[in-house]
């Protein structure tokens, strides 16, 4: 036993010795590549070509918004920019390549092989985690999957080891579960954090903690872009700027390092004092899923059945939550779920289409298509339509899994779920277009555009919905649009409320809902000539930017925020029935049971029923 403790501080000795050896590496982020010609390649070859004339640089290290809309295409590219590098390095994600991608983060996995890190080097332990939001607008955040991944790093890390901590986010609340990190880095001795996203070289401090953001490698109005050379010494760390082109470096910053203690400090954490204002709605149950959940979940014999960011279906029991079965897929789901009489149809991001038995999560069938599929499906007489990040849209026969039709005319993929309207599949792609096909056939009846040419405007993300021969669709442009349904001509379009993508519709097709970016819900009257707001209710959210469409069921109208608050209210006295903070992540679009039973689910991955009276 004294042997044992006499080798285990031995180690401790060494890795403390380590630690005061000197190292330099450089310090990347937000290369913005884009599939475009010209200065984001340019500037990243340029910084690559440089880093490979340096002898002393120990490695490399890159913080996030490593593409400019996480594309496979931009991908691949930057992966064949970096592999001309000659030092090693480590990567993660930041905003912009899980934001908008077309895989839900499976392409970047499978390209540089990992979305988060940890190694050692001269007794300090490097970790890096990758961030979001994943596929849908929202705040920042670290995945679920990363935190549950960093306390097992963590659980063997010795306390006394040096640590440095990566990720494209600063530590603060632009990510909305900042507090799960800096809570537990300061528990260790966290020398420093290294963090993108600001896109200039400025020092800051998460809570007590020592950080640093790197500048873009983005040349700007620049002649060339730049990057940072990091040197750690015994007492220090220096930053400085280096130009790829001159060469010329611009030191601007030191943090002194020794053995760090954190306070606890009174910092500001997330409030869940709305639920003391609203006794009357509870959680049945929360089940903690170990990834993020960022899609509608479904509900059958039941079940609620619901997909994570780690690939796996699941299903809970909808009285207590307890686990009944779950199927594991090879790719992120974010995918809602619909169900037909007894089975279950859902899309991953391992570019298959699963149809399970809903009772015991048994394979019906799959389908295999060219890409990850992300869009929720829409199932109507034992027919699923859903479109793929290949750039087609499918329907396919629920029975037997055959492929029906597919409409392969899209430029971008399809992440939203598929409205069924007067013999039409309508929906949207992030090619800049709202669709019509014929639900028949698949073939193109109309297309439409909000008159933007970018991309980040296209109707992508707003589920339309529809009445009296009129689609109504939210883009982020912040117009509500209405929609000719027989030829996709342009009826009327109002920004009169800032609505960005949560629509919905009442139960008796009189009134459009619409979630602004400030506090309002606002109903607007279903009218093919002119666009006319009947009523706007203050609810009290604060800024709002997420996707979560409004649902009329048993005259309540539910919703949900990025704060992680999902409201019911009486759209006929405009008045807040109750409200309930699950947690402090986005919540999706809801799924009603009945009257005093809501499903709800956060991008954190909390399910819950949430039970009123």
Known sequence: ??????????????????????????????????????????????????????????????????????????????????????????????????????????????????????????????????????????????????????????????????????????????????????????????????????????????????????????????????YNVVTVRTDSVLFAERNPLTKAIRPWRRIALGKRSYEAGNYARPSFDINKQYPNVKPAWVYHSSANVVSTPAYANGLVIFGNSLGKIEAVSVKNGKPKWSYQTGGGIYSSAAVDGSSVVIGSGDGSIYSLNAKNGKLNWSLKTGASVLGAVTIEDHVAYVGGSDHHFRAIDMKTGKELWSFGGLTGSVVSKPLIYEGKVIFGSWDTHLYGLDKTTGSLLWKWNNGSPVRHFSPAMCNPVAYGGVVYIVAPDKFLSAIDASNGNTLWRSNAATIRESIGISADNQLIYGKTMNDEIVAFKTNKTKAELVWRLNVGFGYEHVPSMLIENNGQVYFGTKSGVTYSIDPEHQKINWAHKLDNSMINTVNVIDKNRVIVASMDGKVSVLRSR
């Open 1 to 226: 036993m004294k042997r044992i403790f006499l080798l285990a501080l031995f180690s401790c000795y060494i890795t403390l010795l380590n630690a005061q050896q000197p190292f330099k590496f450089a310090f990347l982020s937000d290369t913005h590549i884009s599939t475009d010609p010209g200065v984001p390649a340019d500037d990243l070859r340029r910084t690559i070509a440089d880093l490979n004339l340096q002898t002393d640089l120990d490695f490399v290290v890159i913080t996030g918004d490593i593409t400019e809309m996480g594309t496979a295409e931009e991908i691949k590219l930057a992966k064949s920019i970096f592999n001309d590098l000659k030092i090693p390095y480590r990567i993660v994600p930041g905003n912009h390549d899980s934001g908008w991608s077309e895989s839900g983060g499976v392409d970047f996995i499978r390209e540089f092989g990992y979305d988060k890190f940890v190694f050692d080097h001269k007794g300090y332990r490097f970790i890096g985690t990758a961030s979001g939001p994943y596929v849908r607008m929202s705040d920042g955040h670290i995945p679920r999957d990363a935190v549950v991944w960093l306390d097992s790093v963590l659980a063997k890390t010795p306390k006394e080891q040096p640590l440095v901590f990566l990720n494209h986010y600063p530590l603060n609340n632009e990510l909305d579960n900042w507090y799960e990190i800096t809570d537990r880095l300061k528990k260790y001795n966290t020398q420093f954090v290294l963090a993108g996203h600001h896109h200039t070289s400025k020092p800051a401090d998460f809570e007590g903690l020592p950080a640093t953001h790197g500048r873009s490698n983005l040349r700007a109005k620049a002649e060339t872009g730049a």
